[in-house]
């Protein structure tokens, strides 16, 4: 436990949910030292000053190369996970709107960019990441991962 006159923290990581077509924008991770070889979302953590939204804009941008207005993230799922030695709260969101076409702009840390339908994702997908699919599928708002004990 922590010292009691310490606040509690959550680490927050923002996700993009993007789909066109019935189908879904995966990338697989490489190099990383987390997860390499699974398929997850484009995502990234928060930093300190900027809004989820703003977060996920930067992240999207260095990771695919397209631009989306904060205005045009919608939230989609939040979902709060047990990492073990630490916890956090991870956003969700969908794009009303994207500019640009989507590239690998980070092929040190990504082998593939690849769309997948939603309903037959990839055996290696993070189980995380297909809980928060399966989820956003079923328009459920809210989940936990990771609280088995």
């Known amino acids: 436990m922590s010292n009691s006159s310490e606040r509690f ?3 927050p990581s ?5 789909v066109k077509d019935g189908k879904i924008l995966l990338l697989r991770r490489f190099q990383t030292g987390y997860e390499d070889g699974n398929y997850g979302l484009p995502s990234g953590h928060a930093e300190a000053g900027e809004t989820m939204r703003e977060a996920l804009v930067r992240e999207v941008l260095e990771e695919l190369g397209v631009q989306i207005a904060p205005d045009d993230l ?17 956003f969700f969101f969908t794009a009303s709107r994207v500019g640009g076409e989507v590239e690998n702009m980070e092929p040190n840390k990504c082998d593939d960019l690849s769309w997948f339908p939603l309903d037959k994702l990839p055996e290696n997908t993070i189980p995380y990441i297909r809980h928060a699919l399966h989820n956003f599928a079923n328009k459920i708002p809210y989940s936990e991962f990771g609280w088995d004990k």
């Open 9 to 11: 923290k959550l680490i």
């Open 74 to 90: 919608h939230l989609a799922l939040t979902m709060h996970r047990s990492c073990g030695d630490h916890e956090r709260i991870d």
């Open 14 to 18: 923002v996700y993009l949910i993007l």
